[in-house]
């Protein structure tokens, strides 16, 4: 075996050439394995070689290019020359591919004359997913081998499929059963006498033209119009794939190529580079000691079946993880039960798994009116009413009940998690995992951090984060943690604004125009006006407190800021506005007209500097973790990288600190200095 260099090597299999590239994790098109490729393919060229295999050791064929080099000065033999090398080898050049080609990697592969696979391989173009467009050759050479339909349907979701459809498609010639490696080269030998077949010679399988073409692309547009709303990237991957059948193969190119580079250069791209990133950065816990390691979570505890309890079980049934579930009341505890099989039916149904699998993942929960049923539990999580009293004594008693070592979690959203630790005699083993509604589908997970909390035991609930499938995130005890706190800065401004002048639709439209899925009277509305109030206590304190007792209890009863139809369609409520009138008028509030600048800033600016205070009372790791909080857990849009990258790249931290001054808030002083 030669080594080209640290991480492309050559070896020689009779008159099959294998190169192999080794550069861990993912065998990123770093300049490293670009330069290592072109000398392996230089070598070969000089070589008696009748068929060459392109494998990658470690986990993954090549996972896309390195990300981590854009917007860095270009170094090393670009990607378009590699791939120039291998499409016009003199033999033909075989994939062989295992993990996920993604990416560059996969526009390697499709650069390959042939690509041979294990049973287990993914194959996708997941650019769009970071503000991009597959920028070496995949939009013209993907739809040259899937079809235009299936190509768009790739490009513009990012979602990658399986060895069995690749197959299908033509995308991969062979499976390989047994070592792959050795798959290939025979695959190799068995081609290497046939014509070179190059995928950018041949449009037969594009599957029309661009007049017969044009409807389907309409239709797709208007399809996802709102799945695609404030992207730019999922249309210009949409223009690239009807350039594929429009123009000949080098036209189509010269079309990516500019629709690369205007991504390339804009903040959206920019943006979404950063966030998966910070994604990854977030799971890190600073200053753990590298020796610290999470303990194992074989069963879980679950106290509470109602809507989070519920939720949060189906996350550990769903990866496996046999869940015990606790309720005070048979009747309770069935209905919990029933929810959650009920769910899953409709999972089922719509196919997303077969309804054996309702059955394997049910048969992995046991329901149970008794806490002493979670003596066994590896981690145990209270999820029950937000009270104080009734927590303290559920971990008093857990105190008694658990066995040592289990991790002791509550999933409060607003509590004082170093106060529920103090109900028991271990206040190491507690920790406060927060669940965003409903559980089992929202992606993140706040992991807050007690006084007392033990590394390890807060390494343990990151760790079962990720076995979960959440984005979690490290955060100190405070009202709110990171995002309601901020939320609640949100809020704040929304309930004065509307009483200034603006209606709660203007609130909701601007944030709705930002990017928002909903605004802060529509997430209302859909919550419930009557969270935490009831008609007893009501002293008509507030405009919410007035609309509950006036009836209107949002879309659980169709009024509420707005009323709703039968389908949910939603038109401002004269009801509520009358209400917020009298109250404005009642409390001497002088109504004017405010403009769309002043919403935005006055919603968005104070949530920053709520994020900078978190960061100044050092609450969260870092800003980046604040960007990941809000945009897997309310809804901020990925292209605009989350509020504190917003702040830095977008609006300009001085423009705000300014702004805020101008409001008369207390400014934290490291909007000013800097994160
Ligand atoms: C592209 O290809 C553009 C082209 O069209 C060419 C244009 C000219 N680069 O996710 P993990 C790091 S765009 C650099 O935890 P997993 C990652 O940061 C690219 N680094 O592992 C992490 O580092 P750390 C298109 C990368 O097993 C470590 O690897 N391709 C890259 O859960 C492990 O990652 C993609 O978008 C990269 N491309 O998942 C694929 N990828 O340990 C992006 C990963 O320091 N990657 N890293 O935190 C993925 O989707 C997942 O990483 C993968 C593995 C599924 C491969």
């Keep these: 075996m030669t080594a080209i260099n640290a991480v492309v090597s050559l070896d020689h299999h009779g008159d099959v050439a294998v190169i192999t ?16 490729l072109a000398g392996a393919l230089k070598a070969i060229a000089e070589s008696p070689a009748k068929a060459v295999v392109l494998a990658c050791a470690g986990r993954t064929f090549i996972a896309g290019a390195d990300i981590s080099e854009f917007g860095k000065p270009p170094r090393g033999v670009p990607l378009h020359d590699v791939l120039d090398m291998i499409e016009s080898a003199p033999v033909p050049v075989v994939a062989a591919i295992h993990g996920t080609a993604l990416g560059g990697g996969l526009e390697t592969a499709l650069c390959c004359h042939y690509r041979v696979s294990d049973a287990k391989a993914k194959f996708g173009l997941p650019e769009v997913k970071l503000g991009l467009l597959p920028g070496a050759g995949g939009t013209q050479r993907l739809p040259r081998v899937v079809g235009a339909e299936k190509a768009l349907h790739m490009v513009t979701t990012g979602t990658p499929i399986g060895a069995k459809a690749a197959h299908e498609t033509g995308l991969v010639s062979r499976i390989i059963e047994g070592d792959l490696t050795e798959g290939a080269i025979a695959f190799a030998r068995e081609v290497a006498s046939q014509p070179l077949v190059r995928v950018r010679d041949d449009n037969s399988k594009l599957g029309g033209t661009a007049a017969s073409l044009a409807p389907m692309f309409a239709d797709y547009r208007a399809k996802n119009a709102k799945a695609f709303r404030g992207f730019e990237a999922p249309e210009a991957n949409i223009k690239c794939i009807e350039a594929a059948v429009a123009l000949p193969f ?16 804009g903040l959206q791209a920019t943006a979404q580079r950063y966030v998966f990133f910070a994604e990854r950065q977030a799971a890190k816990i600073d200053g753990l000691a590298p020796d610290i390691k999470p303990l194992p979570i074989a069963s879980v505890g679950i106290i509470g079946a109602g809507t989070m309890g519920g939720g949060i079980a189906m996350n550990f049934l769903s990866a496996g993880i046999p869940v015990t579930i606790v309720e005070t009341k048979q009747e309770a505890l069935d209905r919990g039960v029933a929810v959650i099989r009920r769910n899953y039916e409709n999972s089922a149904k719509k196919g997303r798994f077969p309804m054996s699998e309702v059955e394997a993942r049910m048969a992995r929960l046991t329901p149970s009116l008794s806490l002493e049923d979670l003596a066994h539990a590896d981690l145990i999580i209270e ?8 927590k303290k004594d559920i971990f008093g008693k857990l105190d008694r009940i658990a066995k040592p070592g289990a991790v002791l979690a509550t999933n409060t959203s607003y509590l004082n998690v170093d106060e529920i630790a103090a109900s028991t005699s271990r206040p190491q083993a507690v920790l406060g995992m927060h669940f965003f509604s409903p559980a089992n589908v929202m992606r993140l997970l706040e992991v807050v951090r007690g006084a007392k909390t033990d590394p390890q035991i807060l390494a343990t609930a990151m760790a079962v984060g990720k076995a979960i499938g959440k984005v979690s995130v490290v955060a100190g005890v405070c009202h709110g943690f990171i995002g309601n706190r901020m939320l609640a800065a949100r809020q ?15 609130v909701d439209r601007v944030l709705t125009d930002f990017g928002f899925p909903m605004g802060p009277f529509q997430m209302a ?22 609309l509950c007792e006036a009836g209107l209890r949002g879309q659980k009863n169709g009024k509420g800021f707005y009323d709703y139809d039968e389908a949910r369609n939603r038109t401002p409520s004269p009801v509520a506005e009358q209400i917020i009138l009298d109250y404005a008028a009642e409390k001497g509030i002088n109504r004017r007209d405010i403009t769309d600048e002043e919403i ?6 104070p949530m920053v500097n709520e994020g900078a205070k978190i960061l100044d009372e050092g609450m969260a790791q870092r800003a980046s973790d604040i960007d990941i909080v809000w945009i897997n857990g309310y809804g901020w849009p990925v292209y605009r990288g989350g509020p504190m990258f917003w702040a ?15 409001m008369g808030h207390e400014v934290s002083p490291k909007l000013k200095s800097g994160w």
């Design 250 to 265: 080098d036209e189509g190119m010269k079309v990516e190529r500019t629709e690369f580079m205007k991504l390339m250069q």
């Design 648 to 662: 830095e790249h977008d609006a300009g931290r001085d423009t705000i600190a300014a702004a805020l001054e101008k």
């Design 383 to 390: 999820a029950v009413f937000e009270n104080m009293d009734i």
């Design 600 to 605: 935005l800033e006055r919603c968005l600016y």
């Design 492 to 506: 704040e401004q929304a309930n004065k604004l509307i009483l200034e002048g603006a209606k709660p639709s203007d």
């Design 525 to 546: 509305d859909l919550a419930g006006l009557d969270i935490g109030w009831s008609a007893e206590t009501s002293k008509g304190e507030t405009v919410r407190d007035r």
């Design 21 to 36: 590239v080794n550069s861990p994790p993912v065998n990123a098109l770093s300049a490293d394995v670009r330069d290592g």
